[in-house]
């Protein structure tokens, strides 16, 4: 396997697999696998840097390969005629910008880079060959997809069902467990690269009423944010609002 890089001349080294906090909870693994050694050899892996705010693709684009994040953070949207963008997901490192392109090459969404971008793109052939001679990664393709799923109904019921502030904490908590499951918290804090405006389009609220609710969770002693970091000072308390309906 080769790997080649096309990213901005200022990106440094391209990232490495081992390093990848998900790496062992993704496809990645299989390009390093020795079982596909031979059948791989030729496989180029391009390696890609964008910087923050640069969108990547926009829906119904054409994506030649499948891409994996492997350092910082992207927003998966969709965008109305009007111009409002919803947030569907956050992608975080080693997350698949999308497991349906492992089977089609067509963005359902509008993705964007929120801070500097480090990503892979693998070749969707090869890809698809390795899952069909070891049938048990697709049980890695089923939980990723079965996770995407879940944030999706997450946003469904948060953007139905729960008030502003539930909303928020929601989101909260939930970017924490998928940080906590890569071991990328430190403690009870964790990056937090979002701003306001980000978080408004990921649940459905102004700028306005997310600058609010965050002031008062911070006046409530329920989390501390400075730059690009959050804290959660009061788990317990920040789940009770989350789970008002």
Known sequence: MTMRGNGSPTAGNPPTCGACPAFQDNLCHIFTDAMFADALANTTVDDHYAPARRSLWRAGDTIGRVPVICQGWAAA??????????????????????????????????????????????????????????????????????????????LATDLGRRGAAARIASLILALAERLRKRGMMQGNTMDFPLRQHHIADAVGLTVVHVGNVLAEFRRAGLVEINDRSLTIADQPALRRIADEL
Not at 125 to 137: F, M, T, V
Request: with cysteine; charged share 25%.
């Open 77 to 154: 949207s969709a965008t109305l005629s009007d111009g409002r963008r919803q947030i569907l997901s956050f992608l975080l490192p080693g997350d698949l910008v999308s497991a349906a392109l492992i089977f089609e090459p067509v963005s359902h969404c509008a993705v964007d880079a929120v801070t500097e971008l480090r990503y892979r793109a693998f070749p969707r052939g090869e890809l698809q060959q390795a899952l069909s001679r070891k049938p048990d990664l697709l049980a890695i393709v089923s939980r990723i997809s079965a996770d995407e799923k879940a944030r999706a109904d997450r």
